[in-house]
């Protein structure tokens, strides 16, 4: 183990070490050639060559150089962890909203996604972009146990006016909430009359509140006292798959919402 990392170590310590050996398993290169590539000097390309060539992970003709087998196997390893380390810095801070336990997906699937957080001068920040994904969309599904306001106002005019369609599959809290507040139930019931539109309701719990527009998944991340935390968006296959087998699977599960319900 310890000699395991000692030479992580080794590789971890220079960016200029891990760009080169990234650079050999793409093909064979001189040190001219590396040089351009990576930025780095010949005096430090020479002790990186001499280390790898050393360690068995790279081999050379005399000008050009190459990875080795073992060498790609190191580099591929090596970038692997690094991406993971990347998108777990990147998550740190909303790690503990997640609802791990829900996603049926690989949490490295989430290394390029857009995170947006509450602050001081922007608390709306989470809520204003799904909003904006909303607006651009031009077909929309949604799964979850509340529909804010605002979300309601942005889908039921894009909807009515024909330039959006809209599945929606929620909880009764949900549409509780709407049904109380005279206003909101009158968009809830023009977007109900839209032809454009469908919304059923789940009468088991829906622990996410995912919104799928268009190719972007976007989950709003509360804490354990239902305050929002933050959002994130992707557009990730994986992601926007287990999104569309999720929705699809509450939605099947699901009956279809009449203004009646609403009494």
Known sequence: ??????????????????????????????????????????????????????????????????????????????????????????????????????????????????????????????????LELLEESSHVRIFSHAFNEQSLEVVTERTVEGAQTFEGVFSPDALDAIAHDSTLRQRLEALLDSEAAEIRLHEGPIPLAVTITDDVVHLLLRDDEGLLRAALDTDDDAVLSWAREAHERYWRAASPLDVDDLE
Not at 70 to 96: H, N, P, Q, S
């Open 1 to 130: 183990m310890d000699s395991a990392l000692e030479e992580i170590e080794f590789l971890a310590l220079s960016a200029n070490r891990v760009e080169v050996l990234d650079a050999l398993t793409e093909g064979a290169a001189t040190r001219r050639e590396l040089e351009a590539e990576t930025g780095a000097s010949q005096p430090t390309l020479g002790r990186i060559l001499g280390d790898f060539t050393d360690r068995g992970w790279i081999t050379h003709d005399g000008t050009r150089y190459v990875a080795t087998a073992t060498g790609r196997l190191v580099a591929e390893a090596f970038t692997d962890l690094w991406e993971t380390m990347e998108t777990e810095l990147k998550l740190r801070d909303v790690a503990e909203w997640l609802p791990t336990e829900s996603l049926g997906f690989d949490l490295g699937r989430l290394g390029d996604a857009t995170i947006t957080v509450p602050t001081r001068t922007r608390p709306g920040a989470p809520v204003q972009r799904v």
